[in-house]
């Protein structure tokens, strides 16, 4: 499958806890995406890597949230401390230049 | 206010019917892309247009940039097309990133 892969597809833990997302996206694709949609609402832009580089990151990335791109290819999203208002679909996609965006399946997050 | 307006919110169609979706938006953009979100959350492109339209199998995508309007139309609609169709732009002044709308939720009844 050459698709954008998310790991894993769900997670359930509990307030105060650590979560790490895994994003492999396309292999020649050169730029990678983090968004987050919750119930009802469209995606909302986290982050975004060019390579290994992060170029970008929103206000809503408090300081529990990092993520990181090491060597241009996989991507990971890390959560410290959760609270139930991280529960929500973190998607990622990737894309080369700008050309069509290709998304995971997505990784949904249940904070209890 | 959202940069990114759709409309209608939700819409139910009986197969055969012909659908219209509306994304409006703010300010200037450099692209927009239309998006096919199913239950489960995989999200496909649909379109992605700067100018002009694009026609791809059933779907029709339109987009206004002097009135900052596109559509997307959807003929002959079957219960298949039963998603959530997401519209968003990359504006002029935020690189690379999307803006989304809230998406509209299309049901299509046999």
């Known amino acids: 499958d050459t698709g954008v892969s998310q790991d894993p597809r769900h997670k359930i833990t509990k307030r105060g806890q650590n979560v790490t997302f895994r994003c492999d996206p396309i292999?020649?694709?050169?730029?990678l995406y983090w968004y987050r949609q919750t119930l009802g609402q469209g995606p909302e832009f986290l982050t975004y890597?060019?390579?290994?580089?992060?170029?970008?990151k929103s206000r809503l990335l408090s300081d529990r949230f990092s993520a990181e791109r090491p060597k241009g290819s996989f991507s990971t999203l890390e959560i410290q401390r959760t609270e139930q208002g991280d529960s929500a679909m973190y998607l990622c996609?990737?894309?080369?230049?700008?050309?069509?965006?290709?998304f995971g399946s997505g990784t949904q997050l249940s904070v209890l | 206010k959202n940069e990114v307006e759709q409309s209608p919110q939700n819409l139910t169609a009986q197969e055969g019917e012909f659908i219209t979706i509306n994304c409006s938006y703010s300010?200037?953009?450099?692209?927009l892309h239309w998006l096919q979100q199913h239950p489960g959350g995989g999200i496909v492109s649909l379109f992605m247009?700067?100018?002009g339209k694009k026609k791809h199998g059933r779907l029709i995508a339109t987009i206004n940039i002097q009135e900052k309007h596109s559509s997307l139309h959807i003929t002959a609609s079957h219960p298949r097309d039963s998603a959530v169709y997401i519209c968003?732009?990359?504006?002029?002044?935020?690189?690379?990133?999307?803006?989304f709308g809230e998406g509209t939720q299309l049901t299509v009844n046999p």
């Open positions: 996609a990737s894309r080369l230049g700008l050309s069509e965006l290709f």
């Open positions: 292999s020649e694709h050169n730029r």
């Open positions: 890597f060019q390579n290994e580089a992060q170029l970008e």
């Open positions: 300010v200037g953009i450099s692209a």
């Open positions: 247009l700067s100018s």
């Open positions: 968003a732009v990359r504006l002029e002044t935020s690189g690379s990133r999307l803006t």
